[in-house]
Nanobody, 123 residues
């Protein structure tokens, strides 16, 4: 069992920045690929970014490439999503998730999820 707790969401103006954090409860956190997804009202949960457990490879959705940066600190069991140059279309609930194995961009492959944190970008 892995418990994930997100924090750092909020309201920001377009062009601004936020940093989301996701703290994991399990000591074997370092064995999990960690991903971020987001879901806007009335839409599906979309892949944002993921970082692999072994070599720390990071993959981004095209919509956030160059603006968002994902990193992890295995010593603190935490992943960070730095979001810069935010746009109104980034408004969504952001979820952290943990994956042992599978396709990183598919939400259904992730076995553990946080409760989500709201990010609202005003124009």
């Amino acid at each position: 069992q892995v418990q994930l707790v997100e924090s750092g969401g909020g309201l920001v103006q377009a062009g601004g920045s936020l940093r989301l954090s996701c703290a994991a409860s399990r000591r074997t956190f370092s064995r999990y690929t960690m991903g971020w997804f987001r879901q806007a009202p009335g839409k599906e949960r979309d892949f944002v970014a993921t970082i692999t457990w072994n070599e720390g490879h990071v993959y981004y959705a095209d919509s956030v490439q160059g603006r968002f940066t994902l990193s992890r600190d295995n010593a603190k069991n935490t992943v960070y999503l730095q979001m810069n140059s935010l746009k109104p279309e980034d408004t969504a609930v952001y979820y952290c998730a943990a994956l042992l194995s599978g396709t990183y961009y598919r939400a259904t492959e992730y076995g553990y999820w946080g409760q989500g944190t709201q990010v609202t970008v005003s124009s």
